[in-house]
């Protein structure tokens, strides 16, 4: 009963209040009753269908590049090798960073006056000058996904270590003896025994993407021209920033 209170009210509220329009501030009694207008104003709006393109390619793009990454990481880690415990350590840090500190070091990282990065173009001779990665509709949505897929990867790694525990090595040698080839045994052999690992951490992964919030937010606050917005910056503009309430 209480876990019912506690997530239908609010799911009930929040539907209910998209029927009204809502006076600037917390006034919520004041709100107008406006039937649909609140939806035909969104659905015909060109903020929210970019919104919507930007929270598909953040989410999509984020989810399946860090997937592939962990996976391909954890493979390569998977065998025995000098410093292996080492570079598992290291590679695990960018996940133990807090989002907001690595939100501000590859803000930094990006930044066209002192960057690392536009620096090393310069130098190289690849660059006139700077490029302003996260100042730029072009390139600042693929700026930040980077900065996630950087964050998150190693969770897959992660995940994907601890699924390779799990595959026979009696199956790998009888395969390896019957001459199946590299690509053999892991398509045959390993992956099978990973897919359910691997639905899990795609859908932990999609589903930590599409609430997102800390660094779209802090990088760029949803700018240039709404261009790394996704829906959940979006949404607490519109409440919090605009007090849209309705």
């Known amino acids: 009963a209480v876990m019912l209170v506690v997530i239908a009210y609010p799911i009930y509220y929040t539907i209910e209040l998209s029927f009204f329009k809502t006076p600037p501030g917390l006034q919520l009694r004041d709100k107008t009753f406006v039937g649909l207008d609140n939806y035909t104003t969104i659905l015909t709006s060109e ?24 996976f391909a990481t954890a493979l390569a880690l998977h065998r025995e090798f000098v410093g292996r415990g080492v570079l598992r350590a290291i590679l695990i840090i960018p996940w133990v960073i807090s989002a907001v500190a690595a939100s501000y070091i590859w803000k930094w990282i990006y930044h066209s006056d002192f960057g690392i990065i536009g620096a090393v173009l310069v130098g190289l001779g690849l660059a006139d000058r700077p490029p302003n990665f996260i100042d730029s509709v072009s390139t600042v949505l693929p700026s930040l996904i980077v ?70 937010w802090i990088m760029t606050g949803g700018g240039p021209s709404n261009a790394s917005h996704i829906w959940i910056t979006h949404i607490y503009e519109l409440a919090f920033g605009r007090q849209r309430w309705g």
């Not at 393109?53 to 990454?69: E, H, K, M, P, Y």
């Not at 080839?181 to 999609?206: D, E, Y």
């Open 47 to 70: 903020v929210f269908w970019r919104v919507t393109w930007n929270t598909l390619i953040w989410t999509l793009g984020s989810t399946l590049i860090a997937f592939v990454l962990g």
């Open 147 to 216: 900065v996630n897929i950087w964050r998150e990867f190693p969770f897959a790694m992660i995940m994907m270590m601890a699924g390779l525990q799990t595959v026979p090595e009696q199956l790998l040698r009888a395969a390896q003896v019957d001459g199946a080839s590299a690509w053999q045994r892991f398509w045959h052999v390993t992956f099978p025994h990973l897919r359910n690992v691997s639905t899990v951490t795609i859908l932990l992964l999609a589903v930590a993407n599409f609430n997102s919030f800390i660094i779209p």
